[in-house]
Structures are given as C-alpha cells and as structure tokens.
C-alpha cells in the first residue's frame, strides 16, 4: 500500500527518479541512518550471499546485479568479488552519475562494469545485461516499488537457483516515515512515492514470482547503544523497528 501523502505545504513529492535525482549530490553525505544501519547489515549479508554461491550449482564467473544501485555503494564491494561481472540498474541518471564517478578507478577498463538506467515502474522488461544473473542486490529500493512489479523483475533477472539479497526500510518505521531529504537550495523536504509493504506481503509476492525465502527475513530495531555508529538522527527512532533484510532463491 502506498504512503499516504502529508499535507504538509513544507513538503513537495515527487516521481522516484526525479526525487533521486535531487538528491543524488547530497545522498552520501546527508546523515542517512537507515543507510548507515543498512551497510553494517550488509557485512553480514554479503559474505552469507558469498557462502551460499559456493555452495551452489551455479558455475563462475558469476554475473551479479545491483538493482537500485544508486550512487554505488553496494556496487563497490560486488566489484571485489574475484572474477564476477557486474551490472548496476537505477531509474535516477543523477544517481547513475554519481556512481560512474565513484567506480570507474575500481572497475578501470576491464569490463568488469556496467551501468544502466532500468525504471521499474515504467519498463517492462529489465535490459538484456542483467538477464541470467547469479545473484541479484537490492537494498533500500523494494519501498518504492509495488512488491508483485519488484519481483516480477527480480525473477526475470535471476537464472534458476540463483539468489537475491533484499534489504528494506521496515513497514513499523514505514507507518511513521518515509525517505526523504531536505532540498538545500530551497529548504523544501524531498519525498518520492513510497510503499510500506509488511513482510508477510513481501514473502508472498516472492512466492508468486518463483521466489522463496532462505531461513527467515531478519528484522531491526534502533536501541540506544546503536545511536553512536548511526548518526544523532537515529535518537527518534530508538525502540522502532526500522529494517529488515535477507536472502531469496530463485526457485528451479
């Protein structure tokens, strides 16, 4: 279900590439603490991602996609997987932008990288590089995409047997807030359209589209304790459930 809007006059929405394109010179810089918690989780999550491919029937090279890539946050660590190629998708050309500056020395001229614009929202199909992919990324990008349209592309891009790892903003943290950023030039609060979807409705839209969740998806909650490493934002949310995350198969 969609956000609903605030009726706030201090707050403008806009389409989710025209927001992202916005923010994409401030979004690394801007004091995200959800993006912070984000990428603590990711240690984890990665490495399990890592494990399971080993483990795996699926031959390398790998091919690895970073769908929602933004400014190449996630895209960077892919690059340091041996022998892997990899793709970053997003619907922001600001944000793509951002992410050929921040890799292009990692990737040098290899080939190793490619990025693209994908819009999920408004094209069909996902382009012909992220197709037959071993494993997918997407963290932080499923709220603003209805769930059936997220993994109706997820499950084009995967081969059989092949792994997503999802990480989103929380439906708790969801009923409360959205993304969101402050325009520096105008003052005004950024917000593009966002969808807090609950994680039985996340599982089930995995499950219609060929997908099925290993183990069970982690949630997480900001405590005090935590507020040191993510940033004087973070104090609000403390004792609200703001994250969860895990990793899907792409079902034979």
Known sequence: MAIPQSTDPSIRYLSTTQAYDLWAAIYDTDGNFLQALDTIEMR????RMLTLLETSQLPRPWKLVDLGCGTGRNTAALL???GASVV???ASPGMLQVARHRLEKL???SGQLKLEVFDMLHQPDPPDSARGADAVVSTLVLEHIP???FFHHVGQILNPGALLLLTNMHPEMGS??????TDTKTGEKIRPISFAHTLAQV???ATKNGLEVIGQLEEKAVDESMVSMLGD???KWIGVTVWFGGIFRKKS
């Open 44 to 47: 984890a999550l990665v490495p």
């Open 80 to 82: 340091d997987i041996e």
């Open 88 to 90: 970053g998708l997003d």
């Open 107 to 109: 990737s040098g001229e």
């Open 147 to 149: 769930a059936d349209i």
């Open 176 to 181: 409360l807030s959205q993304a969101g950023f």
């Open 203 to 205: 599982e089930a839209a």
């Open 233 to 235: 934002r973070s104090s």
